[in-house]
């Protein structure tokens, strides 16, 4: 029983024909992103000063660190942010999706 049934309106045949097409390519979009995001997480190198920083509350602000976004490290962070984020969005398209059409 899906969701628009429990409210007593009949589903229209484009809906009933596209949202299952739709809710597979949502699966293999999370699994590529899936696999990118890890690809990305073991080529990025780690952060030598780990989560001392927030305990300790010393920061270091050079010219590096301003422009650090710039570099090839930055945009691989940003990328895996990014990336991670419309995996949670299409999480969210895929379970509402799937509360439509069951």
């Not at 999370?30 to 696999?35: G, H, K, M, N, P």
């Not at 890890?38 to 050079?62: A, E, F, H, M, Y």
């Not at 509402?96 to 069951?102: F, H, N, R």
């Amino acid at each position: 029983m899906n969701f628009i049934s429990l409210l007593g309106a009949g589903l229209p045949e484009w809906v009933s024909v596209s949202f299952p097409i739709i809710k597979y390519i949502l699966l293999g979009y999370i699994a590529l992103a899936a696999i990118a995001i890890t690809i990305l997480v073991l080529v990025q190198p780690s952060n030598s000063q780990g989560g001392i920083n927030g305990i300790t509350g010393s920061n270091t602000d050079t010219y590096y660190s301003h422009n650090k976004g710039e570099t090839r490290e930055g945009r691989m962070k940003k990328a895996t942010m990014w990336l991670a984020i419309s995996v949670a969005i299409a999480t969210v398209l895929y379970f509402v999706l799937s509360l439509i059409i069951a």
